[in-house]
């Protein structure tokens, strides 16, 4: 299991990867470059001749020389409206080349404050000032400009969307960064577009920056659902054991779903064992610590005495347990409720005999009195039917546990890893 400490590093390092990998690169695309502009439309022969030099010196890639030479004819009197627009974009285009990136976008902004960009281009020249402003760290700055073309262009561009959360997130204004986070994945659902990780984990950082532990989980339970890791699992246990008050019973439950998922350690092997033989479910602590030595997980150093104990125990509990059985049941089947079949059925769950199980349980939900332990049994049949490869039945059995339920999470939990079973 991550510590708080540790999880608070794995997000921080995670989103700081997200924005980092997304930094844009300011680009002036060819067609944007407006140089050829000169050859079609009206300059004088005072302005034409020079600026043709410059033209060439850029065709050369000879930057710095262009960049000297536009900027000599930028000082040159007399220029009309078009020249001066033309030249404007000459100069940002070697400064970006020379990532001089600071020094494009300041000719930028003077060519939007003097509405040199045609009307159907501005949307986009502003989009790519904001790229340059993101580029700069200037983040302010890039949202404003990003927020601008989204009003002018609908409001649904995702990479923008994704550029105004990543600005807010490393402003440390993690409720912006939260909103707009949402707003991409909502768009995106109504774009019929896949809802990508990055977008995620930048929620969830979002929310887990303000401390806000029920959406934290819920974003990691979308996490679990569309891009399963080992690292996600750890996190949500994590976060399910902070301030939970689980039954011993729920706890094996818990226990239960960390070993489906492959990540139960040592401690929790002999945490699974112990809680089963206090609720005299000898069975699954015999199982658990059998293949806790399987796996070479037990019985190393100085535990090995205690995890033989403890599994010699479990036999010799379970071998008993196994022999009684058909006679507990009878009296179980008798009693005027149906707690007593729902141990019985646990104790089958234990020793592997899934049908029973299932059979044990479902009586003792008919026969009543058991609406306290109600949602763990149905997640129990569910476990029983994962066991026998009955998926269906066992989503079904899940289901059956409301939201509302303290075991609601752990059941759609369950439901994640039974949806992995083919």
Known sequence: MLSNKKLNRFLRVAVLGVCSSMAIAPVVSQHAFAAKAAETQKVSSK??????????????????????????????????ATEDAIINEMLAFCMVNLKDYAGAVAVYEKMLAAGQFKKE?????????????????????????????????????????????QGYYLQNNFARSEEYAKRIIDAAKKQGKPVEEEW???????QHKQNKKADVVATLEQLLQTHP????????????????????????????????????????????????????????AKTILEEGFAKGVLGKSASKDR???????????????????????KEAAAKPTGEALIKVGEAYLGHAQYENAIAAFTKGLAKGGVNNIKDDVNINIGIANLALNKKQEAISAFKQVPASSKLGLLSRLWIIQANKTK
């Open 47 to 80: 302005i034409g001749k020079p600026l043709k030099e410059a033209r060439d010196l850029m065709d050369a890639k000879k930057w710095k020389e262009a960049l000297a030479k536009t900027k000599e004819v930028a000082a040159m009197e007399g220029k009309n």
């Open 121 to 165: 281009e501005e949307p986009k020249r502003i989009l790519n000032m904001s790229q340059i402003y993101f580029a700069l760290k200037n983040y302010p700055k890039a949202i404003e400009l990003s927020e601008r073309y989204l009003k002018a262009t609908g409001g649904s561009d995702l990479e923008v969307l994704r550029q105004i959360a």
């Open 200 to 206: 995620l984990q930048l929620l969830m950082s979002s």
């Open 229 to 284: 890791t080992d690292q996600y699992w750890s996190d949500m246990f994590t976060y399910l054991l902070q301030g939970s008050s689980f039954s011993d019973r729920q706890n094996v439950i818990y226990l239960k779903l960390v070993q489906k998922a492959g990540l139960l350690q040592p401690d929790e092997y002999i945490e699974l064992a112990e809680l089963s033989i206090a609720v005299t479910n000898p069975g699954d």
């Open 307 to 329: 995890d033989l104990k403890l599994l010699n125990l479990a036999k010799t509990q379970a071998a008993e347990d196994l022999k009684l059985l058909p006679s507990i049941e």
